[in-house]
């Protein structure tokens, strides 16, 4: 009798080209920056298709309870290994390393400075989003954490609402305060770490965009942002670097973690703490963080998936 037909693995989600160390890693993405023929996108491109191995220290990791103290040690230590040693201090490490006061404000700003059509169609896709499910009328206070060069955030002020930026890297917070003040907008800053900034104030939304990831104790962070929000608010995660649950593979290859793209890696080595969720666990950790989350998966790009919370009411009353 004949066996029957193995079945066939299933096909990855993720292509990647794979490197075995963060030393091989760094030298392809320099060999690419190196390529003077290669547009901005396209580079950005090509850096996207490399990848750091699960180092073995991933099946250790998954093994464990994501919630805990022993995941989250050796998650810390998997991100200082790729640091080269170093341990992480925000004020000193989340800096992008060089002044922007030189930059054209209107032409030469993310996402502006990509030159690219397709990228930039991502970002408004994101906006789309986020304005979608701001969930506030106009007149109410917003609060964002890592606004970068502040371009949703000067939407909204736009829209009459009234804006609050919280960035540890003084040159963004300068670049958006130059921005509103050229535009007639009053949109406040704050130059500390996420959870800090405009002490004893609350707000009807709290957002990120492709920020919360820097947040090394974002459990702790999420429990905190409770306590910051006025009744009925929200908080709104967007264009974060969530991967579908249980993958053992890609750059996010077990529940929460450094993530081993190349882009990723090439930031750690900068400084930068840069983590990733896989969908299930982040979900979850919200609900046990105290909020009510809600999906709204974007059919395009992952830049606009988004992450809508509000705080789960107190079974104590």
């Known amino acids: ?65 994501p919630m805990s103290e022993e995941y989250a040690g050796l998650a810390m230590e998997l991100m200082r290994q790729l640091r080269g040693g170093r341990d992480y201090q925000p004020f000193r490490d989340e800096l992008i390393g060089h002044g922007m006061q030189d930059r054209d404000l209107w032409s030469g700003l993310s996402p502006y400075d990509f030159r690219d059509p397709l990228q930039m169609s991502e970002f408004c896709e994101a906006y789309a989003a986020m304005l979608r499910q701001v969930g506030a009328p106009s007149g109410a206070r917003v609060l964002e954490y890592g606004p970068g060069s502040g371009q949703f955030l000067l939407m909204l002020a736009r829209l009459g609402y009234q804006c609050h930026a919280v960035d540890v890297e003084a040159e963004y917070l300068w670049l958006i305060m130059r921005q509103a003040e050229i535009m007639g907008l009053d949109v406040k800053c704050e130059h500390t770490v996420f959870g800090e900034g405009f002490e004893g104030e609350r707000f009807d939304l709290i957002l990120f965009f ?108």
């Open 210 to 317: 492709e920020a919360f990831h820097h947040a090394p104790d974002f459990l702790e962070l999420l429990r905190k942002l409770r306590g910051r929000l006025n009744p009925g608010g929200r908080l709104m995660l967007c264009g974060e670097p969530i991967m579908p649950s249980g993958l053992d593979y890609g750059p996010v290859p077990y529940p929460w973690g450094p993530r081993l793209d190349a882009l990723s890696v090439a930031g750690i080595q900068l400084g930068w703490m840069e983590l990733g969720f896989q969908l299930e666990f982040l979900m979850q950790a919200m609900v046990q963080t105290g909020w009510a989350p809600t999906l709204f998966a974007h059919p395009t790009t992952g830049r606009a998936h988004l992450i809508v919370a509000s705080v789960m009411p107190d079974p104590a009353g």
């Open 1 to 65: 009798m004949q066996e029957p037909a193995a079945a066939a693995p299933a096909p990855r989600l993720f292509d990647y080209v794979e490197m075995d160390s963060v030393k091989e890693l760094l030298a392809h993405i320099a060999a690419l920056r190196a390529d003077k023929n290669l547009a901005p996108a396209d580079l950005h491109r090509a850096i996207s298709r490399l990848q750091l191995r699960p180092p073995p220290i991933a099946e250790r990791m998954r093994a464990l309870d």
